[in-house]
């Protein structure tokens, strides 16, 4: 049997993946390294096998692969990517046994396309986990649901005022499980040295590509001095190269695959409902690492909390992202994606979220009261646009910010939101 953690701090995924193993024979679990895939995928298996530390069980994957697959259900194949041939057995397992349930498969990198040729269609659903929300890491009320907003229910909450030093400890810190309750120094010492192994190690053992390891990290670098913003991989490329050594934008673009591949960086891709007017979107996605604490990682040890909070324009886009990272768990769990929406006449929304069945809920993101009433103008006048559009009329509107009182009436009403208020 699996053994199941006494201290294991229950996640939104929790529910997500009981959910999806009632309905598909195999559910693959991914997600960065250090997101805590394991822990949860252990709390709902009834076997295992650890194929990053069982190099027995890997051999045997290509010699007698049913032996690494037998064991009570939900078995457990933890970073099966470490022994992609186990693919293909698993999903033969499933159509032979006929049940829901039978495998959870972890992975913390993608693996090349060839790999997985055999999607998996009808057998396998998969499951993106990150690291932890400041709901489930116990620093938000959780007193706003954004599956309630989405439902156009009224919502109110309050969240504790937060010291902006503080919240910059927060955000250096990161949403890692590995962190909880950890000080701040230590934890940004283990984030750095997590991104020297993305660069150094990860990052070419994820197809076999040799990589320059110094230009991975000034491109990690280059995302991020340019977090939360749509900046083009031309730029990034020009940004890499310096010093006369130019890199070419279809390296740099080759660079930023595997690093969404090896899950440390999820770009925001554009919104683009279709408008009955003659208004042209921006298609560029928004760079975001996984965690902004990577971000704080990448800008090496003269980065602290001090430092960051003294920058409170740069301060502002890592509080974005920060944000982002939360939206994306909440609405994961509801079913939803998260977008950014821009336009070239100059209208920009941080965040919208949108329901598998269309309904919708944008947000602005600011780090101060300060901002509420440019951030409230913008999500209206978004709401007017999507009046000639096929999306209908928003389920709500608010802007985030980091603490204070919160509501939201749903419709075109703008609201405001406590971070630390918001949860699934």
Known sequence: MARKRADYRPRIADAELAELLAASGAVLVEGARAVGKTATAM??????????????????TSIDPAAVLTGDTPRLLDEWQLAPEVWNHVRRAVDERSGRG????????????????HTGAGRFTRLRMRPMSLFESGHSTGGISLRGLLDGEPQRGHATP??????????????????LGSSAAPAMRVNRGYLDDIRRTDISRLDGRSRDP????????????????????????????????????????????????????????????????RT??????????????????????????????????????LFES????DLRIYAQAADAEVFHYREKDGLEVD????????????????????????????????????????????????????SGYGFAHGGTEAGVIPIHALGP
């Open 214 to 277: 110094a230009r991975v990290g000034r491109l990690l670098q280059s995302l991020a001095r340019n977090l939360a913003t749509p900046v083009s991989v031309a730029k990034l490329a020009a940004d890499v190269g310096g010093n006369g050594t130019a890199m070419k934008a279809d390296t740099a673009a080759g660079y930023l695959d595997a690093l969404e591949r090896l899950m440390v960086v999820e770009h925001q891709p554009a919104w683009s409902p279709h408008l009955r007017s």
């Open 351 to 402: 965040a919208v979220v949108e329901a598998a069945d269309g309904r919708w809920a944008a947000f602005e993101i600011k780090l101060g009261d300060r901002w509420v009433d440019d951030g409230a103008r913008n999500l209206r006048r978004l709401a007017r646009r999507m009046a000639n559009s096929d999306h209908g009329p928003p389920a709500a509107l608010a802007v985030i910010v980091p």
């Open 102 to 117: 039978q495998f959870i498969l972890t992975g913390s990198a993608v693996p090349a396309d060839d790999v997985t040729r």
């Open 162 to 179: 937060v010291p902006i030093a503080q919240l910059a400890e927060r955000i250096a810190v990161g949403g890692w499980p590995a962190h």
């Open 43 to 60: 709390q709902a298996s009834a076997s295992h096998v650890l194929l990053d530390l069982d190099l027995d069980a890997q051999r045997m």
């Open 322 to 325: 920060m944000v982002i990272r």
């Open 280 to 317: 042209t979107q921006r298609s560029t996605p928004v760079r975001h690492f996984v965690d902004p604490s990577l971000a704080v990682a990448a800008l090496g040890g003269r980065a602290s909390p001090a430092t960051l909070a003294a920058d409170l324009g740069f301060f502002g886009f």
